[in-house]
């Protein structure tokens, strides 16, 4: 049974830096895409990014290009989510996930291999 941990939310002001951590357990996750999806208050569960198993291959949406960058280990069956130039729109509960590398892409949730419980950011105006 795989489980996902993500740390590293908190409260930063518009314009702060926040790196999230996701970290892997109960089976390697080498031949999984891992990424981030985020749910604001009040409205509907979005992407933010993914990364290849390889770690090669990164997909951005387009509120976050620029700004966020992902990254993994693969030794420590991690990834991260480094985010800069927070907007208060960036406020989100932030989950992590692991499954293939389309299923991202076109939003499958269910088709995803594991979930993250959630970690809050709050950018402040």
């Known amino acids: 049974q795989v489980q996902l941990i993500e740390s590293g939310g908190g409260l930063v002001q518009t314009g702060g830096s926040l790196r999230l951590s996701c970290a892997a357990s109960?089976?390697?996750?080498?031949?999984?895409?891992m990424g981030w999806f985020r749910q604001a208050p009040g409205k509907e569960r979005e992407f933010v990014a993914v990364v290849s198993w390889s770690g090669a291959i990164t997909s951005y949406a387009d509120p976050v290009k620029g700004r966020f960058t992902i990254s993994r280990d693969n030794a420590k069956n991690t990834v991260n989510l480094q985010m800069n130039s927070l907007k208060p729109e960036d406020t989100a509960v932030y989950h992590c996930a692991a499954g293939s590398y389309r299923s991202f892409l076109a939003s499958e949730y269910s088709d995803l291999d594991a979930w993250g419980q959630g970690t809050l950011v709050t950018v402040s105006s």
């Open positions: 109960g089976r390697t996750f080498s031949n999984d895409a």
